[in-house]
């Protein structure tokens, strides 16, 4: 023969896609929250922030440098993302010692033991999270109220989330219209004005970093919209059935972590299904999940358990669901 075909596996498009790129518009549509968050919480979310970033970058680092021995990789944006996200878990108030241990946890026990990016099997920034809950309980759930850029980082006033005046409330015995009364209104849920973490108090900013990352591409709509969704009618039915009992559904979606983990933590390439099928399991048994333990667990809060109980599911869900082979015959019938 004169000439040679070479058969490659896919994918056989190019297209100019990098990490970096990735990396760099997760950062830009994350920007509104951290615009508000320094609006309502003032220096302890600079610090917090830069704190976070600062010390998963270092220890990344430092890792693949001294303990891999690999070329550092830390212009890839990864452990800048990494840093945000984690920052937007944790109190504005939170010691700067703990922020350390937690990005410590988040970059070499849940990213760098597994091999570095694309390797590892759950969030970091929520493996990062979940250990300094468990770890500094008293710390984190400290929340500061939201008083504007004046708000002390060392001396900032504290309350509880609205999730949590509800789930204190409704054991005690206390009607849901009695407890609304104590907590902000859902417009100021909305727009940022309750206590709780960098990435809990603003709707508003969440989904238009929801929607820039649509816009590029970076995201599909699948997975939040699925999470969303399966919060909105399992909470509804509870609601309906018991009004006084139960939340409403647009409480459970501006509340906690909600947004922020649909739209930023669950969409996460590495952790999250391969295909359209799987997508939808999986944030259908986040939002599930996430449900049972608000409403019938200890913990006020659950979407950051939710998410990496169902990351360590994404292997056994890519398994089994896998998308059909490019001219894989279809049978009619």
């Known amino acids: 023969m004169s000439k040679i075909i070479t058969i490659s596996p896919s994918p056989h498009v190019y297209e100019d896609t990098t990490v970096k790129r990735l990396m760099f518009n997760v950062v830009i549509a994350m920007l509104p929250v951290l615009a508000i968050s320094i609006y309502f919480f003032g220096m302890?979310?600079?610090?917090?922030?830069?704190?976070?970033?600062?010390s998963c970058l270092v220890f990344e680092w430092l890792i693949q440098k001294?303990?891999?021995?690999?070329?550092?990789?830390?212009?890839?944006?990864?452990?800048?993302?990494?840093?945000?996200?984690?920052?937007?878990?944790?109190?504005?108030?939170?010691?700067?010692?703990?922020?350390?241990?937690?990005s410590l946890v988040a970059i070499g026990v849940g990213k760098m033991s597994f091999g570095g990016l694309g390797n590892n099997p759950?969030?970091?920034?929520l493996v990062g999270r979940v250990f300094l809950l468990i770890s500094f309980p008293v710390q984190m759930t400290s929340w500061p109220v939201p008083t504007g850029f004046s708000n002390s980082y060392t001396d900032a006033v504290t309350g509880a989330t609205p999730l949590g005046v509800m789930k204190e409330g409704i054991g005690a015995g206390e009607s849901v219209s009695a407890i609304m009364d104590k907590i902000p209104s859902h417009m100021e849920m909305f727009y940022g004005h309750m206590g709780g973490s960098m990435g809990e108090i603003a709707a508003v900013a969440l989904l238009l970093g929801f929607v820039y990352l649509l816009i590029r591409k970076v995201i599909t709509w699948h997975?939040?919209?699925?999470?969303?969704?399966?919060?909105?009618?399992?909470?509804?039915?509870l609601w309906l059935v018991n009004p006084e009992a139960n939340a409403d559904p647009l409480f459970h979606l501006l509340t906690g972590g909600v947004l922020l983990g649909a739209i930023f933590m669950a969409t996460d390439y590495v952790t999250s299904p391969m295909s359209v099928k799987g997508m939808w399991i999986y944030g259908i048994g986040i939002g599930l999940i996430t449900v049972l333990i608000r409403v019938f667990g200890a913990y006020p809060e659950g979407v950051s358990f939710a998410i990496l109980i169902m990351n360590a599911f994404v292997p056994l869900i890519n398994s089994y669901i896998k998308p059909k082979r490019f001219g894989e015959e279809v049978k009619n019938g």
Request: proline share 7%.
């Open 44 to 54: 302890g979310a600079i610090i917090v922030t830069l704190t976070a970033v600062v």
């Open 66 to 102: 001294y303990m891999l021995k690999q070329e550092p990789s830390i212009t890839d944006g990864s452990a800048l993302v990494t840093g945000v996200l984690l920052a937007f878990n944790i109190p504005t108030n939170l010691p700067i010692g703990i922020i350390i241990i937690g």
């Open 122 to 125: 759950f969030n970091p920034a």
């Open 223 to 237: 997975i939040p919209i699925s999470i969303i969704a399966t919060i909105t009618i399992f909470t509804g039915i």
